[in-house]
């Protein structure tokens, strides 16, 4: 289900942009590209892999702080950007 919902909109918003071509289908299709794929790839994806690289039993509770402090901001700062370009992607379609 997660594949169908993030790369789906990658193979459909061009195929209806292509069929029923508006300025809306353009800008959301930029929207989500930009927004969420530019964004994920290489922002969200190394930051979960070096979160799952972190073995947490053993270590110490400075490390998890530290840890904790690395991932948190920055993956938050991606998610919202993703978060509002994949909403303002579904406006536009929907408009």
Same mark, same amino acid.
């Given at each position: 289900?997660?594949?169908?919902?993030?790369?789906?909109?990658?193979?459909?918003?061009?195929?209806?942009?292509?069929?029923?071509?508006?300025?809306? $289908?353009?800008?959301?299709?930029?929207?989500?590209?930009?927004?969420?794929?530019?964004?994920?790839?290489?922002?969200?994806?190394?930051?979960?892999?070096?979160?799952?690289?972190?073995?947490?039993?053993?270590?110490?509770?400075?490390? $998890?702080?530290?840890?904790?402090?690395?991932?948190?901001?920055?993956?938050?700062? $991606?998610?919202?950007?993703?978060?509002?370009?994949?909403?303002?992607?579904?406006? $536009?379609?929907?408009?």
């Amino acid at each position: 289900m997660f594949f169908i919902c993030f790369f789906g909109p990658v193979i459909l918003l061009p195929i209806c942009m292509y069929r029923h071509f508006s300025i809306y $289908l353009l800008l959301a299709t930029l929207s989500y590209y930009l927004g969420v794929m530019v964004v994920t790839i290489p922002g969200n994806i190394p930051l979960n892999n070096m979160l799952e690289a972190f073995t947490i039993q053993g270590a110490a509770v400075d490390e $998890l702080h530290l840890m904790r402090a690395q991932f948190e901001q920055k993956w938050n700062m $991606l998610n919202h950007i993703r978060t509002l370009c994949s909403l303002a992607s579904f406006i $536009l379609v929907m408009i």
